[in-house]
């Protein structure tokens, strides 16, 4: 369970959000709402131990984030804002470079069949430069396809996606939440996910 | 007693005990500063062997001595700020760093004048003048590190750091700068020629030591008081001092 | 792990390297003597140019692209990898100077034996310089005019190997032992094995808050 308590973000001098307080269970989903420079970014940066918070704490499994380091870094996986994706390598490459970063062993068939599965297929050794927007993006979403993390947070992670691979990754998140996953993610994108429970969070 | 303490290390106390603080030692300053430069030129006898221009040392000395020391401040409290996260000593050592700055300046700067009528020249690549050259460098990476980066909790983390490594190193600098000296075989010249030294030059220069100090320490904090009002502009007790004060 | 890098990073820092040592001829004159005294001194200041030239490509590419992120929120420990960058960093920019040392040596009239030591100097020195420029390279991410700030932050704490890989060299030119030098130098890059990919760390986590 991942829990925050009056938590202040403060960034160059404003106060972007305080006294701010959630949980999210096993197989529950929360979605953060706001308009831009909201502090979005910000806080799932925090809840990922990237920032500090100026005040208040974060709390996995009643430990704090802070003490668990590692620990709690095996049971998360982040996609954020930039999404991590190399030019110089091929679509398959980074997946491979990604996954190993996150501790991931991944041989070349697996990682072949989950860029197939997100409709990568025949597109997995071209570099990532001559890649579109949209797939490149699918490419860090494959990611999702191999870890076997409790937690994701994910920013914005339907920018530049089609139809299809937007309802692909629904039914992924879906399956997840099913399985006692937890997800906390951003979108401006009006997206229908069932779960067990969904908190909604509106930051202005 | 450690009430006490803590009370003071939240910057809004801090700022007021300053405030009471920096008169008493800008006083004490400026006499210390009159009685050493008057016992330095006045007092202190002529040198038989360096003649007048030795009196250069009474600014010298003091300036290369606080040039050091402050640093290994600047680091101490650096260290503390990045460790536990105390906002006050951070601010500390960004208010130290000009003012060690200005001394090692200032010691170059004597030293230059002393050594043109000593050694007949402006600069010799001395083991201790080297290093001096160093620190500045150390200085001056340290502030241009704080001043380049604009979210003031990260200038002060990342100035510790560099600060910490930068005190580390400085013994294995002195030490190498040293043997490349010795290597060299260059201008060996011994900065303490004379062992005794008059009991008047004596005091002109424990006098003008402890002027440098009560300089550093009221500089300090009337800086360490403007980077809080800076810093700390968002919060309530600055927004009543701004009334008050109007 | 270690980052895969277009061959053109390895080849500029390599040529700025050449042309840095090839350029002081030009300046002081084709006097071997002269050239023979000044070339460790030479070769090592290029050296220390060439590999912070390249520090600024250490991180800012992961730190645009958001590898950084992963990196800092992998389970591995994140000393480690940095320690890879490290590793990766003088594989590029240092080893092809270790290299190219001996054939721009002989362009200085070198001896066979002031050769091999500068060599060997280069081989202990240069990791040293990828170590430590790492920890000012991760503290100017992102920073305004982050490249020239990396040069005044790293080049004071360059001085001592710049004195002993240089005086290494000059020893043997004089006939002098330089084994003092190379357990200094030995000395220092096992301490900066230890400290700097620790230092570093920390100078990435709070360079990305």
Redesign the interface.
């Known amino acids: 369970m991942l829990t925050a308590t009056n938590l202040e973000c403060v960034r160059g001098g404003h106060v972007l959000f305080t006294d701010l307080n959630f949980s999210v269970k096993s197989g529950e989903l929360l979605q953060i709402h706001g308009p831009n420079g909201s502090g979005k970014t910000s806080l799932l940066r925090m809840l990922c131990g990237l920032t500090q918070p100026n005040t208040g704490k974060i709390t996995w499994n009643d430990s704090n984030i802070r003490s668990l380091g590692e620990q709690y870094y095996s049971s998360l996986t982040y996609l954020g804002h930039m999404i991590g994706i190399k030019d110089d390598l091929t679509a398959i490459e980074n997946l491979s470079i990604s996954c190993a970063l996150a501790g991931l062993e991944v041989d070349n068939k697996m990682a072949l069949d989950a860029l197939q599965q997100i409709g990568l297929k025949g597109r997995e050794n071209l570099l990532a430069r001559v890649l579109s927007q949209g797939q490149r993006r699918r490419v860090s979403l494959a990611r999702l396809l191999l870890v076997k993390t409790k937690l994701w947070i994910l920013d914005e992670p339907l920018t530049a996606l089609d139809v299809t691979a937007i309802k692909l990754i629904k039914e992924k998140l879906e399956w997840f939440l099913a399985q006692g996953g937890m997800v906390i993610l951003t979108t401006h994108q009006d997206i229908d996910i069932s779960a067990a429970a969904i908190h909604h969070l509106h930051l202005n | 007693m450690s009430i006490n303490w803590y009370k003071y290390a939240a910057p809004s106390s801090f700022y007021f005990l300053a405030g009471k603080l920096i008169p008493f030692f800008t006083v004490l300053a400026v006499i210390l500063l009159v009685a050493g430069l008057y016992i330095g030129f006045f007092v202190a006898p002529t040198d038989f062997q360096q003649g007048e221009a030795y009196r250069i040392i009474f600014i010298h000395v003091p300036a290369a001595w606080m040039s050091m020391f402050l640093y290994v401040v600047m680091a101490f409290w650096a260290g503390i700020g990045l460790a536990f996260n105390t906002r006050l000593s951070s601010m500390f050592a960004t208010a130290i760093a000009p003012t060690g700055a200005l001394f090692t300046f200032i010691a170059l700067w004597t030293g230059a004048w002393w050594g043109k009528p000593m050694w007949g020249t402006w600069w010799v690549w001395d083991a201790r003048l080297t290093s001096e050259l160093i620190l500045l460098f150390l200085y001056i990476g340290f502030m241009s590190l704080q001043a380049a980066i604009d979210d003031p909790r990260r200038a002060d983390k990342a100035g510790a750091v560099i600060a910490l490594v930068g005190v580390v190193n400085i013994p294995i600098i002195y030490f190498s700068v040293q043997w490349w000296n010795t290597l060299h075989q260059g201008a060996s010249v011994s900065v303490m020629q004379s062992p005794k030294m008059a009991t008047a030059m004596l005091v002109g220069m424990l006098v003008m030591v402890l002027a440098a100090w009560m300089y550093s320490i009221a500089l300090i904090l009337l800086r360490a008081r403007n980077i809080i009002l800076e810093r700390e502009s968002h919060t309530s007790w600055v927004a009543e001092l701004k009334e008050t004060t109007r | ?1 270690l ?4 061959q053109a990073d390895v080849l500029i820092t390599l040529f700025f390297f050449i042309i840095v040592v090839s350029l002081f001829p030009l300046g002081v004159g084709p006097e071997m003597n002269i050239l023979r005294a000044i070339a460790p001194g030479v070769l090592w200041v290029a050296a220390l140019l060439a590999s912070m030239l390249s520090l600024g490509r250490l991180f800012s ?1 992961d730190y ?4 950084l ?9 994140l000393f480690l ?1 940095v320690l890879g960058k490290m590793v990766s960093h003088w594989l590029v920019s240092g080893l092809p100077l270790v290299l190219m040392a001996p054939i721009l040596g002989i362009q200085y009239d070198l001896s066979m034996e002031a050769l091999s030591v500068l060599t060997l100097s280069l081989l202990i020195g240069t990791p040293i310089l990828s170590l ?1 420029g790492a ?2 390279a991760a ?2 991410l992102g ?4 490249g020239v ?1 990396v040069s ?2 790293v ?3 360059y ?2 190997i710049l ?2 890989g240089a ?1 290494a060299v ?2 043997s030119a004089a006939g002098l032992g330089y084994d003092a030098h190379f357990s200094l130098l030995g000395a ?1 890059l096992l301490v900066s094995l230890v ?1 700097a990919p620790w ?1 570093a760390a ?2 990435l986590r ?4």
Not at chain 3, 143 to 146: C, E, F, K, L, S
Not at chain 3, 206 to 209: A, C, L, R
């Open positions: 792990m980052a895969m890098r277009r590419i645009m692209d958001g590898t992120e992963q990196l800092l929120i992998s389970p591995s420990p990898l430590i920890i000012g503290l100017t920073v305004r005019g982050g700030l005044l932050l080049l004071p704490l001085i001592p004195i002993f005086g000059e020893a220092f400290f230092a920390a100078s709070i360079s990305m808050e």
